[in-house]
């Protein structure tokens, strides 16, 4: 790690400058004012200060090391964020299940009414109380 830190300072006093994009993003640029890829190609994994697997794994600790607080500051930008679009999901999902289940309700009650209603009518001797029981039933079935 010191030795990373050792040749970022070392392009730092050939000339080279190092500033940060909104606070976060490092940009390293040549003393003719050229930005430099820090993090190199993709598949080489290696730009002037190489590639260190324990920033890779323990980037919150490298952070600390280096006193690297914007990371902490996006960290908890992008965890609270996310919290919150989980939260209001939680919260829609289950308005929605309530929501399905007072129709469901809803929906069997006037069914019972709607049977209740037909025995009624069989008890008084309605002439179609037959047919519309029948008609009820392939209804609801």
């Known amino acids: 790690m010191k030795s990373r830190l050792d040749r970022i300072d070392a392009l730092i ?3 080279y400058t190092l500033n940060k994009i909104w606070g976060f993003y ?5 003393s ?3 930005s ?3 993090f190199g190609s993709l598949f080489r994994l290696a730009g002037p200060a190489g590639f260190s697997w324990v920033a890779f794994f323990f980037p919150w600790a490298v952070c ?8 902490f500051y996006s960290l908890f930008i992008i965890h609270y964020s996310l919290f919150i679009i989980h939260y209001s999901l939680f919260i829609i999902h ?8 007072s ?3 809803i929906h069997y009650s006037l069914f019972i009414f ?10 008084f001797e309605a002439s179609t109380s037959i047919a519309s029981l029948l008609n009820l039933l392939t209804c609801y079935w």
Do not use: C, M, N
């Not at 600390?64 to 990371?71: A, D, G, T």
């Open 114 to 123: 709607s049977l209740f209603d037909t025995i009624l009518a069989i008890f």
């Open 64 to 71: 600390v090391q280096i006193r690297e607080w914007p990371f």
């Open 103 to 105: 129709l469901f309700i």
């Open 13 to 15: 006093s050939e000339g």
């Open 32 to 34: 003719a004012g050229k």
């Open 26 to 30: 490092p940009d390293l640029k040549t």
């Open 94 to 101: 289950y308005s929605l299940f309530i929501i399905h289940y």
């Open 36 to 38: 430099v890829d820090i």
